[in-house]
């Protein structure tokens, strides 16, 4: 065992765990872990060559980020609840203005939400501007909308 590369692989395990508070993610503990079992490895007399050191580095970094990662993710408390975010459900239905008239098969402009969106008019009924129509569908990023 080499004195230098024992005292790098142990001096770097432990350099990069604290590093961890400086880095949030959970990543640098597993590689500083990998550090620490090469460590262990040469202190022990498993590994000697430069190579063997790094791809048993290399191999347990990576087995303990994929393993030790999800299973301590699973004790810390995350905000894994999403609600529904479909905004679509929310805004069909609504009252919008029509800012540019909406002919059959051409689109114009509706404001909604402070914005100006493309529409088209379901059936293709004409729309003036200054009317105003209700929201009943999307098409990509154009409103389908209705007159009332």
Known sequence: MDGLSFSIWLGSGFFLMAIE???P???MVFVGLGALTVALAMFLGYIDS???QFLFFFISSTIYLLSLRFLVLS???TNKRKEN???D???IGEIVEI???IKPDEIGRVEHSGSSWQARSEGGQIILK???AKIVGRDNITWIVQKI
Do not use: A, T
């Open 75 to 77: 004790f810390v408390p």
């Open 21 to 23: 508070f400086l880095v």
């Open 25 to 27: 993610g959970l990543v």
């Open 50 to 52: 430069v190579l063997q």
């Open 99 to 101: 800012i540019s008239d």
């Open 130 to 132: 200054g009317q105003q």
């Open 85 to 87: 975010i479909d905004e």
């Open 89 to 91: 459900e929310v805004v």
